[in-house]
């Protein structure tokens, strides 16, 4: 049962491809809201069917672009404000996609034709929609614009490969771009740091298991599921985090301020316990 936090509010979700991704558990929370919305995503997973259910679902107009495509974005802007009657509240940039990773090239041999593709995909798409958004004033005062990070874009984290360059750029964009939206329009720009998240995106990092398995056990509060972090989204599109702006939120269960966890050192100290003296040095 909703509390009406998005009552009367109008957005725009790119991202959302099946139930595990978190822009459709974001898609369902603020329909439960009582937010109107548009999906976009691109024409091939529009094809695939499941964001047509999701549409259906809640009540949604899909808009199929390719969010790297200024005039495509325009289109998703216009169409938009035409079906929902008047200028956006809130925007979520969920979107990433890294060939090196799909392809396994490890970081110390990128494709370097991926690696852009890997930038744009799932960095810059965020600042041409900011850009194409403000430019058409397409954007209502205290309006929300909000992307997906993760804590690689600060941290060294195994397998993250190119995608922890994407989330370090995105993060940037979001302070720079913050700052000149806050300034001009009143319109707020934030990331969400989330724990690592068995997405369809997500599972193609290697060793996914058993990074969400160290990461689960590293927090304190253990990792936030999809559902959660949908849930913050919210708030952070609500009229409670109006002057919450150019930051990165961590939602991690504690993670990203951990340095040593008691269970971690447990398990530590148990791995020398049967070493070979040979092997120590």
């Not at 509390?3 to 991704?21: T, Y």
């Not at 309006?143 to 190119?162: E, F, H, I, P």
Request: glycine letters at 8%.
């Amino acid at each position: 049962m909703g509390s009406n936090l998005l009552k009367e509010k109008k957005g725009i979700i790119f991202g959302a491809l099946n139930d595990k991704s978190i822009a459709w558990k974001v898609a369902e929370k603020a329909f439960e809201e009582g937010a109107e919305f548009t999906l976009s995503n691109t024409m091939v997973a529009c094809r695939m069917g499941e964001v047509v259910e999701l549409g259906k679902k809640c009540n949604a107009e899909i808009i199929p672009a390719d969010a790297t495509n200024v005039e495509d974005l325009e289109n998703v802007y216009k169409r938009s404000m035409e079906v929902l009657g008047g200028k956006i509240d809130f925007v979520l940039h969920s979107i990433g996609m890294s060939l090196n990773v799909r392809k396994k090239r490890v970081y110390h041999d990128l494709d370097y034709n991926y690696l852009q593709k890997t930038l744009d995909i799932s960095a810059i798409s965020f600042h041409k929609i900011m850009q194409v958004g403000f430019k058409m004033d397409a954007i209502n005062p205290w309006g929300s614009m909000l992307a997906l990070s993760y804590v690689a874009a600060q941290r060294t984290l195994y397998g993250y490969n190119d995608m922890a360059d994407a989330k370090a750029l995105l993060e940037s964009i979001a302070r720079s771009f913050g700052y000149i939206y806050g300034r001009e329009k009143k319109v707020r720009v934030n990331t969400i740091s989330q724990s690592p998240t068995p997405t369809t995106a997500g599972s193609g990092v290697k060793g996914i298991d058993g990074l969400m398995d160290f990461s689960d056990r590293m927090s304190p509060l253990g990792n936030a599921s999809a559902e959660e972090c949908a849930n913050y989204c919210i708030v952070m599109f609500s009229d409670f985090t109006k002057k919450v702006t150019m930051q990165n939120l961590f939602h991690d269960g504690g993670f990203s301020s951990m340095g040593m966890s008691i269970r971690a050192m447990n398990q530590y100290n148990k791995s020398f316990d049967n070493e070979d003296v040979s092997t120590k040095y």
